[in-house]
């Protein structure tokens, strides 16, 4: 019995060191300028990648449609005169213009990261004054979340 009680409190005296350091991450994570927003964009980053390889690695996915959006690479390229497209399952267009820059559609959820780094590479000043989305299908809404700070400035 003694034994048990004495399990007991270290696990008290364990969680009164933990707990605090949790707390004070917690608080961390929600008021510092941006560390939120990043960690959102590093997990569904990382939940893409693991989403992909999961795909890829299906022998029964092999020719499917979901095998083939996989292998489109994230890119950004001019495609026009001031007009950008971030290539992946759902492609994102930002349209420059003198005032400030407008996306149009916003790509896959998991993919976001991907072409946020993509189009912030290609265009430095990237600089948006509004999100336009064609429809609700995920591949053309699924990045307003991470999109939408940047629009707000």
Known sequence: MNKLVDIYFKGIKLIGYILPIIVIALLVFNFVPGLKKKAQIAAVDKMGDIGMKRIA?????????????INIPIEAREISAGIWQATGVGNAH????????????????????????????????????????????????????????????
């Open 57 to 69: 690695s299906d022998p029964d996915a092999k020719g499917s449609v979901a095998a083939e959006f």
């Open 94 to 153: 930002v349209i420059t213009t003198a005032d400030r820059d407008v996306l149009f559609d916003t790509g896959l959820a998991t993919q976001v990261p991907k072409q946020i780094k993509a189009l912030k590479a290609a265009i430095p000043d990237l600089d948006l004054s509004h999100i336009i989305v064609s429809h609700s299908h995920a591949d053309h809404s699924g990045g307003v979340k991470f999109w939408e700070e940047t629009a707000q400035r």
